[in-house]
């Protein structure tokens, strides 16, 4: 049986993975520790690190739409319709969180009680009469559900997709082990990055539905004689990762709170006025 020639390896987007590397940490990471360095926002204006995370949506639809266009350029058959429609839904649920987000966390901090937990859980507010409750009510669901999961559930679903245009023959040659050393430098950062956002955000369970759909992804590879390129393995293993980190974190805890949540359990939220 005449076996398909070998082809040149596919060019690893080391370039957009350090700058998706960025956007995660400097926009996502960094907010909460630009809010504590800064002094405080007068009142009725957003924080610091609240105008720096509104960028978030611009640069990570830039980047994605990038990763797209490179993989137009080798030939998939994108759907440039569909990438659009999903990044618009993308921006839409970040802008619903990040409005949100603002608007809850400044409410609790003006009261007291326990942070980043939902009013039915926050005795503080429980107190200050059903109509401002229903208030908090309605911003933690923007916040803490429907932003995060119309963001998340619209980025998993491009990753998958891009993912799914990084097959290629089982004979396509390898890239250089220099190449593949540093695909794999992208690997663990990545990785920490998902589970950070998957346990903080709420969504952990899209995040492991994710990595299942990764995994028979390459079940589904390896039997029709096809493989992943590096730029879909490097997104495959780091998200392998996050299962580890997931399972480990719920293990340990016994739930999957989110880190903030675990760290703001022992802050005194007159510290946090």
């Not at 993975?17 to 800064?38: C, E, H, K």
């Not at 540093?182 to 990055?193: E, I």
Request: net charge neutral; glycine share 8%; aromatic share 16%.
């Amino acid at each position: 049986m005449n076996q398909p020639p070998a082809t040149k390896p596919r060019k690893f987007e080391a370039g957009l993975f350090g700058l998706l590397l960025f956007q995660s940490y400097f926009f996502d990471y960094a907010r909460p520790i630009v809010n504590a360095l800064t002094p405080p926002a007068p009142r009725g204006l957003p924080g610091f690190g609240d105008w720096l995370h509104a960028l978030a949506p611009i640069f990570l639809a830039f980047i994605l739409f990038k990763f797209f266009m490179r993989a137009l350029d080798r030939g998939a058959k994108i759907s440039i319709t569909l990438v659009v429609l999903l990044l618009c839904i993308m921006s839409l649920g970040q802008g619903v969180h990040l409005s949100a987000d603002s608007v809850d966390g400044r409410m609790q901090m003006r009261h007291t009680g326990p942070l980043d937990v939902a009013p039915a859980d926050n005795p503080a507010i429980q107190q200050l009469g059903e109509t401002v409750l229903e208030l908090f009510v309605l911003v933690y669901n923007y916040d803490e559900i429907i932003g995060h999961w119309i963001w998340y559930a619209a980025l998993y679903i491009l990753l998958l997709y891009y993912v799914i245009h990084c097959i290629q023959p089982s004979a396509s040659l390898n890239p250089p082990l220099s190449t593949r050393i540093l695909a794999g430098f992208f690997v663990a950062p990545l990785g920490l990055f998902w589970f950070y956002g998957g346990v903080e955000a709420g969504v952990w369970q899209g995040t492991i539905l994710l990595t299942f759909s990764f995994l028979l992804l390459m079940g589904f590879n390896f039997f029709s004689s096809a493989k992943l390129d590096l730029n879909g393995s490097c997104l495959a293993a780091s998200f392998f990762l996050t299962a580890i980190f997931m399972a480990a974190w719920g293990a340990y805890f016994n739930d999957m709170p989110g880190v903030w949540e675990v760290w703001l359990r022992n802050v005194n939220p007159e510290q946090m006025k």
